[in-house]
């Protein structure tokens, strides 16, 4: 028997496969590739070879091995760099190109990628969660995802963050905020005001529609959450005039993905002991039913409506830009924003599919009735919003309101599952280019708002239509943190926080007792495997 082959992380914030080891009972030898439909083994005894009895070579997989969500983390995390390149217009002087307004379609393009891009990134994110917990113990799994996913967040606020508010500056030929103050007031740590003709993700006739976001908001500034002091008291005192620099902006999902890995055991233990205590293998049926006929991204939309609901967006009924971006630190830290609950909603249904990934094949089979369906969701949600937003004397406008949000909001789970099915169904497999692309693009994200506003700014004068514009700046934004990557984190030892971890034997997990996190029963002859 061969040497076991040790999986190397291609997935950044400490997927299960920065840290997977064999499973119990050692790694899977075949005398050919199994094979896998949705990330599950379903026949590993293919053989190659000559036919009738010819010597095949014996090759020894790595186990627990999920390429297709590994890719669609990637590729949630790569569609930022196109969603910031049509955003960030507002910042590269002059009106975008294009007819602003509600009959540009940038918006509508914009809007859709906001929709679901970062769901479906917290959605893996709790899949790989709970597949790491069964690799540690509770301690050495919080450990390592504080570290892997605290760590970054901290030195990226310090070197990329500065690096991002200065390229705004000099892009825009002013300064983007002095140091923070009074919210709404000059001098906030908030983000500029944008330039004429911008329309921001959700705007248009929605936005004046939007419910009022509590006392002590102004605009221009961030609005107060539920606990911490109000606007940047504490990083005024540390930084005073350059607190500007220090805020999370597009780290805000790490620092709600910190939260979010530690609160969901717990979490997880408590919902586990009402819904499968008194009959955990009928709750398990009854789970693996919902992902087989094709309900689990209804059920994760109708859910997550309530938790939608909660937040506050000028925009409209819809997804608004969280209110961390324009946190700074250490004020972020000792904010819960209303937010959180949509997106950690999305984090444990990963955490629940997880159990229930006997059932991913399924998702592949459906991913175009899911699409179309998700598509229609977002496209009538955004009609409400815009017919009835400017009109609120309408009779019966509270269930209007409503309405809008449930179908954003499954419009944001059957997108999910569409792309995650899409990924399942063709891109299921080992490939070079899929390992590269998950193992850089946790970097690509991190560096790549700068690049994209140096982009803007070099192609402005072309006056491109919007998708070309878009498609130049993003691909020029990611090939250059691409050879940033090759130049500066493969070579040295900043590919140990940027890049893939190395493989590291894990020990046995403790029993936590009846939850989510126990294993749930597996047909036969499957087994499951994870990103490595």
Request: glycine share 14%.
């Amino acid at each position: 028997m061969t040497k076991p082959v040790a999986p190397r992380c291609s997935g950044p914030f400490g997927s299960p496969s920065e840290d997977a080891g064999p499973e119990e009972g050692g790694s899977q030898t075949s005398p050919g590739p199994p094979l896998v439909r949705g990330g599950v083994i379903i026949d590993s005894s293919r053989r190659g070879g000559v036919a009738g009895g010819g010597s095949a070579q014996h090759i020894t997989y790595p186990p627990s091995r999920f390429f297709a969500l590994d890719g669609v983390r990637a590729t949630a995390m790569l569609l930022g760099v196109v969603y910031h390149s049509l955003l960030f217009r507002m910042f590269a002087g002059g009106p975008p190109p294009g007819p602003p307004g509600n009959g540009d379609v940038s918006r509508y393009v914009q809007d859709w990628l906001h929709s679901f891009r970062m769901p479906l990134f917290f959605l893996i994110s709790g899949f790989f969660g709970r597949m790491m917990l069964e690799k540690y113990a509770l301690g050495e799994y919080l450990r390592r995802r504080w570290i892997r996913i605290g760590v970054p967040m901290l030195v990226c606020m310090f070197t990329f963050g500065p690096a991002y508010v200065l390229t705004r500056e000099v892009t825009m030929g002013r300064p983007g905020g002095g140091p923070p103050g009074p919210m709404g007031a000059r001098g906030s740590n908030a983000m500029p005001p944008p330039l004429p003709g911008f329309v921001p993700p959700g705007g248009g006739a929605a936005g004046r529609f939007a419910p009022p976001p509590g006392p002590g908001f102004r605009p221009g500034g961030p609005p107060p959450g539920p606990f911490g002091p109000p606007g940047g008291a504490l990083s005024a005192r540390l930084f005073g005039s350059s607190a500007r620099y220090f805020q999370l902006n597009h780290l805000w999902f790490l620092w709600y993905l910190l939260l979010f890995v530690t609160a969901a055991p717990w979490v997880a233990r408590v919902l586990g002991w009402i819904l499968l205590r008194p009959t955990p293998e009928a709750a398990d049926r009854a789970g693996l039913w919902l992902v087989r006929a094709g309900l689990a991204p209804v059920v994760l939309g109708l859910v997550g409506a309530p938790a939608l609901m909660l937040t506050w967006s000028p925009f409209g009924w819809s997804l608004g830009l969280p209110p961390a971006i324009f946190r700074a630190f250490p004020d972020f830290l000792l904010h819960l924003d209303p937010d959180m609950a949509f997106f950690f909603v999305f984090f444990l249904a990963g955490w629940w599919l997880h159990r229930q990934r006997a059932g991913l094949p399924s998702i592949a089979s459906v991913w175009l009735p899911n699409l179309i369906l998700g598509l229609a969701a977002f496209a009538d949600a955004m009609r409400l919003g815009d017919f009835y937003g400017s009109r609120p004397e309408t009779p019966g406008l509270g269930m209007i309101r409503v309405e809008g949000y449930v179908l954003y909001s499954l419009g944001s789970a059957l997108t999910g599952f569409a792309l995650l099915g899409f990924f399942q169904r063709y891109l299921d497999r080992p490939g070079r280019v899929g390992r590269y692309l998950a193992d850089t693009a946790l970097w690509v994200y991190l560096v790549h708002q700068p690049l994209v506003l140096v982009g803007l700014a070099l192609a402005r004068p072309w006056r491109l239509a919007w998708w070309s514009q878009t498609v130049l700046v993003s691909a020029f934004a990611v090939a250059v943190a691409l050879l940033l990557y090759e130049l500066l984190v493969r070579p040295t030892p900043l590919v140990r926080l940027f890049g893939p971890a190395g493989f590291r034997p894990r020990p046995r997990p403790a029993e936590l007792g009846p939850s989510w996190l126990s294993p749930a029963p597996e047909p036969r002859n499957q087994r499951s495997t994870s990103v490595g």
